[in-house]
């Protein structure tokens, strides 16, 4: 499975962005999705998940209420809906999937979110 995140760009406090992650290859295997992102010296984190059917998300505690998640499996993309962004949300977002087989995708080149204050 190939990822490739878009959407990212340079955001005041406050405001909104939407990100997609779009999947190719071999797209029937995927079973759970999520968004992580890593900030400058941190360690990346899991933002939030999203199972194969799209009803059972979850989030980190610092994005509940603020981020959405979503998928269409019809389109193969993922999205991440970013409301009241923060300056601490400044990073560099990826995507990964699991498939059923419980293997990982590799990381795609992610898509750069600045928040500035």
């Known amino acids: 499975v190939q990822l490739v995140e878009s959407g990212g760009g340079l955001v005041q406090a406050g405001g909104s962005l939407r990100l997609s992650c779009a999947a190719s290859g071999s797209t029937f295997s995927i079973d759970a999705m999520g968004w992580y992102r890593q900030a400058p010296g941190k360690q990346r984190e899991l933002v939030a998940g999203i199972s194969s059917g799209g009803g059972s998300t979850n989030y980190v505690d610092s994005v509940k209420g603020r981020f959405t998640i979503s998928r269409d499996n019809a389109k193969n993309t993922m999205y991440l809906q970013m409301n009241s962004l923060k300056p601490e949300d400044t990073a560099v977002y990826y995507c990964?999937?699991?498939?059923?087989?419980?293997?990982?995708?590799?990381w795609g080149q992610g898509t750069q979110v600045t928040v500035s204050s």
């Open positions: 990964n999937v699991k498939t059923y087989g419980g293997a990982f995708s590799s």
